[in-house]
């Protein structure tokens, strides 16, 4: 999911549809997504896995030809952040290890924080429930 974020996030850079202040908070997300990533293909890797490959951005099937405004970048990536949190957080309880289980919810909260800086550029409630569904 990181890789996914990664790139969609390098769609909506380069899509010329971003103003400059919310193209820079983008690109600050990217990079926070990649550090993510970097840490889980790493940390797969020492625990004697092997980390899935990044993939270019055309075979995510991004909907790339319907962004056509700001607005519809941002609720492509409010999306991608929602599906996110909500991907940790049904991974949390799965580790044994505490380690990962707190490391795994450290990333939810970063996706959780994105999808809500998101739904407020947007105009919508940047909290819209008290829990992630």
Same mark, same amino acid.
Request: charged residues 15%.
């Given at each position: 999911?990181?890789?996914?974020?990664? =790139?969609?996030? #390098?769609? @909506? =850079?380069? +899509?010329?549809?971003?103003?400059?202040?919310?193209?820079?908070?983008?690109? !600050?997300? #990217?990079?926070?997504?990649? =550090?993510?990533?970097?840490?889980?293909?790493?940390?797969? +890797?020492?625990?004697? @896995?092997? &980390?899935?490959?990044?993939?270019?951005?055309?075979?995510?099937?991004? &909907?790339?030809?319907?962004?056509? +405004?700001?607005?519809?970048?941002?609720?492509?990536?409010?999306?991608?952040?929602? *599906?996110?949190?909500?991907?940790?957080?049904?991974?949390? &309880?799965?580790?044994?290890?505490?380690?990962?289980? !707190?490391? *795994?919810?450290?990333?939810?909260?970063?996706?959780?924080?994105?999808?809500?800086?998101?739904?407020?550029?947007?105009? !919508?409630?940047?909290? &819209?429930?008290?829990?992630?569904?």
């Amino acid at each position: 999911m990181e890789y996914q974020a990664i =790139a969609a996030y #390098q769609v @909506g =850079a380069e +899509s010329g549809l971003l103003e400059k202040p919310v193209l820079a908070v983008a690109v !600050k997300f #990217q990079g926070q997504h990649k =550090a993510l990533a970097a840490v889980l293909s790493s940390t797969i +890797s020492k625990l004697g @896995g092997t &980390p899935v490959m990044a993939k270019m951005p055309a075979d995510y099937g991004f &909907p790339a030809a319907s962004l056509k +405004s700001q607005a519809d970048v941002l609720e492509f990536a409010a999306g991608l952040e929602k *599906a996110a949190a909500s991907a940790y957080l049904g991974a949390v &309880p799965q580790f044994h290890n505490k380690d990962l289980a !707190k490391a *795994a919810a450290s990333i939810m909260g970063d996706e959780a924080m994105h999808w809500a800086i998101l739904l407020n550029a947007l105009g !919508k409630d940047p909290a &819209p429930a008290a829990f992630i569904a």
